[in-house]
């Protein structure tokens, strides 16, 4: 069965104190791998898609890195404005359709 | 700008009623999903529709139901039927294949059950 595993389930961090959020998961065949921001009663924001064992993408503070079977969100220093929720979904070669499958999320709150 | 418009932001049920979500989006995009969204617990899947007249059940559709019939607009209604139905709802949309930008979400509808 297809799933999606987010660790820590809340991290506090201190202002400038980096650190990284993992998502594993176990699914037939990757076909990508999305992070997304979601700050509290919003929906949920696009952040990095990845494809392939070895990518990487950056952002601001943020870089996602892929292997074979688990991603990290790397946040370099981070700031107050970076506390949210961040979801972690992947999207399988199977299902016939464009199916995301989530994990429940990493709550970061970052602290002056 | 583009985007996708849910309403309300919040709403109250009373037992044995049904409520019907609005989403609607002007992104052109031709797939459309309902999500429910709990505490601790990841996004599940409640409808999809990738074309205008056609919907499929996702991984929880039991006491739901949907429409498709514009492009724009996808609307979702609790029946009664739904149990437990106070929860976040997101909808989103994708051009098709989620591919280089992912889905596009809602800002959520929050219903309670009073």
């Known amino acids: 069965e297809d799933q999606v595993t987010q660790s820590p389930e809340a991290l506090r961090l201190q202002e400038g104190e980096s650190s990284s959020l993992n998502c594993s998961y176990t699914v037939s065949g990757l076909r990508g791998l999305f992070w997304y921001r979601q700050d509290p009663g919003k929906g949920p924001e696009f952040l990095f898609t990845?494809?392939?064992a070895g990518e990487e993408k950056e952002k601001e503070r943020l870089k996602a890195t892929l292997t074979k079977k688990e991603s990290f969100l790397h946040i370099t220093a981070p700031k107050p404005e970076d506390s949210a929720t961040y979801l972690c979904a992947v999207q399988p070669l199977s299902g016939g359709y464009n199916k995301l499958i989530f994990g429940a999320g990493t709550r970061l709150a970052v602290h002056p | 700008d583009g985007g996708i418009t849910q309403s309300p932001k919040y709403l109250f049920r009373k037992e044995g009623q049904n409520v019907t979500l609005s989403c609607e989006q002007n992104l052109n995009h031709d797939a459309m999903y309902w999500y429910r969204q709990d505490p601790g617990q990841g996004l599940r899947l409640i409808y999809y529709?990738?074309?205008?007249?056609?919907?499929q059940k996702g991984d929880i559709a039991e006491g739901y139901s949907v429409s498709r019939e514009k492009k724009e607009s996808f609307p979702l209604t609790v029946t009664s039927a739904q149990k437990n139905p106070t929860a976040f709802y997101l909808c989103?949309?994708?051009?098709?294949?989620?591919?280089?930008?992912?889905?596009?979400f809602g800002s959520g509808t929050r219903l309670t059950v009073v």
């Open positions: 529709s990738q074309i205008v007249n056609d919907f």
């Open positions: 989103a949309s994708s051009s098709g294949d989620p591919g280089n930008r992912g889905y596009t």
């Open positions: 990845l494809y392939s």
